[in-house]
């Protein structure tokens, strides 16, 4: 199953967000909230619904998601994604983020749960204007009770791109190839806060100290919000590292979901730019 999906944000004359367009396709569907209490927000929260069976082997999903300038999104799982197996190649899920100028994107996805002989790729991307600001989640459960993981692996690339070449180059998502080599020379003369794979399936390095240490759940959460820990900062099964140049990197592992989760949240918590004053204009998901 191929699928693309899109959507576009941006900020209305009033300072709330409005969804410019929204263009979705099983198995991933995408549900803004609506009713009073969407109404009272400036950010737009948007549900992410998996309609189908997904990601099941050979499905190739692809999201864009663009925010433009001022604007706040907070995407959300409703429920975990279960990685499957098939006969056909892997499945695979690429994820494109655009954010504008002094604008915000929260992506908190449900847990993915890589079940056995099940073979997964996701690729997540991110442009981030100089003055924006990101929070990434990624939660993965090797395998289900009693089984072993299949196999995975992601990677996740964060780039800052300059103010000026940024608003040379923005246009709206689906543009021509001309358009699509012009991004390229956008992010050729960005700068890189994150490069980073993670791999599920080797049991020898799932045992190692250095990546699971036997623990069967691996959450680590981008954080590109406000002023960054001088040093890294860790606890019970769980670390805040400052990248080099801007952003943190929180990372737990534990023998279930909620544990890891729980993690996450001491890890995000202990973060300096993750307070009420910074995030008073902003949502914020707990």
Known sequence: MRAR????????PDGRGLVRELRSQSPLSLVPRRGTAA???????????????????????????????????????????????????????AIRFEIGEDASLQYLPEPTVITARAHHHTALSAELHPTARLRAREVLVAGRAGEPTGRYRGTVRVEETPADL???????LGMNESAVRAGRAVREQGRVLLMQTQELGDLPLGRSAAHLAGRRVL??????????????????????????????????VGPNAVVAQRGL????????GWTNAVLAAAPVLR
Do not use: F, N, Q, Y
């Not at 954080?223 to 140049?245: E, H, Q």
């Not at 949240?265 to 300096?272: G, K, S, Y």
């Open 219 to 252: 959450g680590t959460e981008v954080l590109i919000w406000g002023d960054d820990p001088g040093s890294g900062v860790a606890g019970d099964w769980w670390s805040l590292t400052p990248l080099a140049r801007r952003g943190s990197l929180a990372t737990a």
């Open 5 to 12: 999906t899109v959507l576009v944000v941006e900020r209305g």
């Open 39 to 93: 109404a009272a927000e400036s950010a737009v929260t948007v549900h992410m619904v998996g309609s189908a069976s997904t990601p099941l082997a050979g499905d190739d999903v692809e999201l864009d998601v663009r925010v433009g300038p001022g604007a706040d999104v907070v995407l959300t799982g409703v429920a975990a994604a279960v990685a499957l197996p098939g006969l056909a190649k892997p499945s695979s899920l």
């Open 166 to 172: 940024h608003e040379r180059h923005s246009r709206p």
């Open 265 to 272: 949240a001491e890890a995000v918590a202990a973060h300096p």
